[in-house]
Every structure is written in C-alpha cells, then in structure tokens.
C-alpha cells in the first residue's frame, strides 16, 4: 500500500525563523511528488518535484527531492504569521499523478 | 472561470438523503479529480476523468457513490442515502492534462445529521 509520511505534525514557531517540513514516502512507480497549502479548505499548489537534487525555489519558500533516499523537504525562510497554515505532501504514483497519495499534514503556526 | 468553483460550499443532509455536490474546472482541462478529506487527514482519492470518461473510480467507498461528467467540464458528485460516516470536506481539483498540477476547488463540507 502506498504510504506518504509528514513531520512533524504540527510545529509552532515566531516570525522570522526558519522551518524544515519533512515528506517521505513508499510507494510503487514513483511519478512526481507535490506539496499543497491548506488555509481553510481549498489546497493551493506550491512545487511539483519529479527529479532528485533540482532545488525548486518560490521567494521565500523552497522544496528539493531525494528519490534515492525517499523524501522531500520544504523550507521556508524569515516565516511570516500569513504562512500559517496545513501544509500536505502528495505523491503520484503507479506511473502517473492522477490518484495522489496524500500525507496527513504539517500545521505550521506563527507567531508575531 | 479562474479557478476550480464548488457548489454547494456547506451541505447538511438529514441521514438517508441524498446529494448532490457540483464541480466547475478551469477552463480547459482534460484531467478532473475528486478526493474526501476527513477532519485532521490529508485528502483521499474517490475518483478521475479524462474528459468525459471516468478512468479510475477505485476510490469510491460504495456504489452510494457516483460521480459523472458527460460533456468533459462540469462534474457531479452524488451519493445516495447519505450515512454519517460521509461526513467531510469533499474536493474536486482540475489539471490541464494528466500529470501536470493539480489546482483545487473551495471544496464542499458535507454534514451529515
């Protein structure tokens, strides 16, 4: 069965620090892996990963791809409380994105 | 439209109804998807469209459940004789083919009382 884990689950940190989600995941012919924000209900896309090593980079937020090791991370830098939300790891599977597998999520608060 | 539109965006249902959620994609887009999405849990996949044609239905939980799109835009979600254990946020995301991204709708929160 194909399996998405996310760490931490929740993380509450200030304005202005650096955060690390973490995404791994086992799952049969590996497509591409995705990360989404969450505020209220609507999932908004962030990155599509599909090939290790390439940094994919958007202002203060980036996200890179392991597909030796099996994980993803994002980051995001000098945090803003406007980035507080769930933030989901997705990945495609059996050779293709259309039925992705999702994590249960990162809550991230911050603080002013 | 701009983005992926959902209606109703609350639906409550008297156990034993049925209902009926709407999905509008972006303009465009072949590939259409709808996931369940409990409380505290990622989405979970139901179903997927290549334009009109529904391809993998695998993650529908029963034949309650049935979803259509037969001129390849608008979907609909139905499901029958609604139980409680339907209860959640159901979401419908469009792309514009088969694995690019996925962008989604408002969603819809089901109740069921």
């Known amino acids: 069965e194909d399996k998405v884990v996310q760490s931490p689950l929740s993380l509450v940190v200030h304005e202005g620090d650096t955060v690390t989600l973490n995404c791994s995941y086992e799952?049969?012919?590996?497509?591409?892996l995705l990360w989404y924000k969450q505020e209220k209900k609507a999932p908004t896309f962030l990155f599509m990963l599909?090939?290790?090593?390439i940094e994919k980079k958007s202002g203060r937020l980036s996200s890179i791809l392991d597909k030796k090791e099996l994980f993803s991370i994002l980051n995001i830098t000098a945090t803003q409380t406007g980035d507080s939300a769930v933030y989901l790891c997705?990945?495609?599977?059996?050779?293709?994105?259309?039925?992705?597998?999702f994590g249960k999520g990162t809550l991230l608060t911050v603080n002013p | 439209g701009a983005g992926v539109s959902q209606s109703p965006r609350y639906k409550v249902a008297k156990r034993g109804q049925d209902v009926a959620l709407r999905c509008d994609p972006i303009?465009?887009?072949?590939?259409l998807f709808w996931y369940q999405q409990a409380l505290g849990q990622g989405p979970e996949f139901l179903t997927y469209?290549?334009?009109?044609?529904?391809?993998?239905k695998s993650g529908l939980p029963s034949d309650r459940f049935f979803a259509e799109r037969p001129e390849g835009s608008v979907s609909t979600l139905k499901i029958q004789r609604t139980q409680q254990e339907d209860s959640a946020v159901y979401l419908c995301?469009?792309?514009?083919?088969?694995?690019?991204?996925?962008?989604f709708g408002q969603g819809t929160r089901l109740t069921v009382v």
């Open positions: 995301a469009s792309s514009l083919l088969l694995d690019t991204e996925a962008f």
């Open positions: 799952v049969t012919n590996f497509r591409s």
């Open positions: 599909t090939s290790s090593g």
């Open positions: 997705a990945v495609g599977s059996g050779g293709s994105n259309y039925k992705l597998t």
């Open positions: 303009s465009g887009h072949v590939s």
């Open positions: 469209f290549q334009n009109e044609a529904q391809l993998d």
